[in-house]
């Protein structure tokens, strides 16, 4: 079964099948906000998808889930992929981004992403969602902010 060697999420990516791949502001695992419910206007899930030989050629499904933190899901999208083979019998990665416009989260708190591929889960993406504290001077609308580490 293809395994996910790498995923994050960015301010905006760019990804061509069999090239290299561009991303703006890369590894977000906090958004702030002043109000909630707020309203993000996008993110990209960028995702390095690992396929051996033997399963090129062949149809994957990949979905994805963002859950809040009760559990519930806040968004999904499935789709299918074919990583082409090369004919040289190498193991290849398939990098391909999502673009998620205008996500809706409730409330703060611990939310997920959850990729499957083929049905199975294969990688957790934290994040967090912060509302301002007492006294804090944030600005209004949404920011976000690269992960601690």
Same mark, same amino acid.
């Given at each position: 079964?293809?395994?996910?060697?790498?995923?994050?999420?960015?301010?905006?990516?760019?990804?061509?099948?069999?090239?290299?791949?561009? /991303?703006?502001?890369?590894?977000?695992? !906090?958004?702030?906000?002043? %109000? +909630?419910? $707020?309203?993000? *206007?996008?993110? &990209?899930? #960028?995702?390095?998808?690992? /396929?051996?030989?033997?399963?090129?050629? !062949?149809?994957?499904?990949? %979905? +994805?889930? $963002?859950?809040? *933190?009760?559990? &519930?899901? #806040?968004?999904?999208?499935?789709?299918?992929?074919?990583?082409?083979?090369?004919?040289?019998?190498?193991?290849?990665? $398939?990098?391909?981004?999502?673009?998620?416009?205008?996500?809706?989260?409730?409330?703060?708190?611990?939310?997920?992403?959850?990729?499957?591929?083929?049905?199975?889960?294969?990688?957790?993406?934290?994040?967090?969602?912060?509302?301002?504290?007492?006294?804090?001077?944030?600005?209004?609308?949404?920011?976000?902010?690269?992960?601690?580490?």
């Amino acid at each position: 079964m293809p395994e996910i060697d790498f995923a994050f999420l960015a301010d905006a990516a760019e990804t061509v099948p069999g090239q290299k791949f561009h /991303v703006l502001g890369g590894g977000i695992a !906090r958004i702030g906000g002043r %109000r +909630f419910p $707020l309203r993000h *206007p996008h993110l &990209a899930l #960028v995702i390095g998808l690992q /396929v051996t030989s033997p399963e090129t050629d !062949r149809e994957h499904e990949i %979905r +994805f889930v $963002l859950l809040d *933190p009760d559990g &519930a899901e #806040v968004a999904g999208a499935t789709g299918s992929l074919v990583a082409r083979s090369q004919h040289d019998a190498r193991d290849a990665t $398939l990098t391909f981004s999502i673009d998620l416009w205008n996500l809706t989260f409730p409330a703060p708190g611990d939310y997920s992403f959850r990729i499957l591929v083929n049905g199975s889960e294969r990688k957790r993406l934290p994040l967090l969602l912060l509302a301002p504290t007492e006294g804090s001077e944030e600005a209004d609308g949404a920011s976000t902010a690269p992960s601690d580490g």
